[in-house]
């Protein structure tokens, strides 16, 4: 069976004539009904009623049509598929991004994409997450990695990497020896935070006002080194996302957890629009073949040093 005579079945079953079915096709009658007898000869059974007036299918043929469809819809597919990566020899993008993509592996999504599409040039846009995104609703970027968890009828979220937040304290402050802190009992602390603009001082901030109370920011830094440096000199505590507290290393400071659980989430925006750039679209398909590569890494992580993380820590970390 070659795929050329799937078409020619089809092309029979259209138009329930050889003749009209050869024309579309562009070959002679004789080499359509040729082929399709070969087939038929080969499957073992007839696949169409042949009468001097019609051309019908018998039940088996009905059937085969259905499999003949469906195969040659997918090999269609992979063609457009694979076209879109053969054109893409030439284009660019824009990308806005966070200062703290750097503790989840995302730089090396970048760079991936750059080794496989070289052809395409990539622009790096760095602000803070409201920013980011009226630069996306004006156009001024093609998309943009941000942590905002509240919806937006204007853009599509992709989902990319869970996180949590938590506690960041001076070895010498009060809470330093606690394994996690209620967000209540941090009413009364000082607050080294990021600015306004962030979706990070968004969310803890909306954590607070459902604990009842609004956090005393004594100090806002865009930088997270110049922020554990102010916590380092004992000016006030702040909250980092988990990945990014950790990446410090400090023994001057402690990570302590925080509860209820603050989600992180940074997800990779487009806008809401079906007029999708050739470049972000092979991106956005190009992520999630990323990410898939991350889950397998960290499983085989996991079976060769059986490591505590589990595979709901792994599917928590990449989410579609």
């Known amino acids: 069976m070659e795929m050329h005579q799937l078409e020619y079945v089809l092309a029979v079953a259209k138009y329930h004539n050889f003749t009209r079915a050869a024309e579309e096709i562009k070959i002679s009658q004789s080499s359509l009904s040729q082929q399709i007898n070969k087939l038929e000869s080969e499957l073992g059974t007839s696949l169409f009623v042949r009468t001097t007036r019609s051309v019908q ?3 088996a043929g009905t059937d085969f049509v259905i499999h003949a469809q469906r195969i040659m819809s997918e090999v269609n597919e ?3 598929s694979i076209q879109e990566y053969v054109s893409m020899v030439k284009g660019e993008i824009t990308i806005g991004t966070i200062a703290v993509i750097g503790n989840y592996r995302l730089p090396n999504l970048i760079k991936s994409f750059q080794d496989n599409f070289p052809g395409i040039r990539v622009h790096l846009v760095e602000e803070q997450c409201e920013e980011l995104l009226s630069m996306l609703y004006a156009s001024k970027i093609d998309t943009c990695f941000v942590q905002v968890t509240k919806p937006n009828p204007h853009f599509v979220f992709h989902p990319l990497i ?3 937040m938590v506690v960041v304290v001076s070895q010498n402050h009060p809470l330093a020896n606690r394994v996690s802190v209620d967000i209540k009992e941090l009413q009364n602390e000082k607050f ?10 968004h969310d803890f901030n909306n954590a607070c006002l459902a604990a009842g109370f609004s956090p005393n920011i004594i100090l806002r830094c865009a930088i997270v080194k110049t922020m554990l440096s102010f916590v380092r000199e004992e000016i006030g505590i702040t909250v980092l996302s988990n990945k990014v507290a950790l990446a ?3 023994p001057s400071m402690k990570v302590i957890g925080l509860t209820p659980t603050i989600p992180r989430r940074i997800s990779l925006v487009t806008r809401n629009s079906d007029d999708t750039p050739p470049a972000l679209k092979m991106f956005l398909k190009f992520t999630t073949q990323w990410l898939e590569k991350q889950r397998s890494i960290d499983r085989a992580k996991i079976s060769a040093t059986n490591t505590s993380l589990t595979s709901r820590d792994i599917r928590l970390m990449y989410s579609r």
């Open 78 to 80: 992979a063609r457009r």
């Open 57 to 59: 299918l018998t039940p």
């Open 248 to 250: 410090e290393k400090d």
């Open 192 to 201: 080294i935070m990021t600015p306004p603009t962030s979706g990070h001082f």
């Open 162 to 164: 869970w996180d949590r």
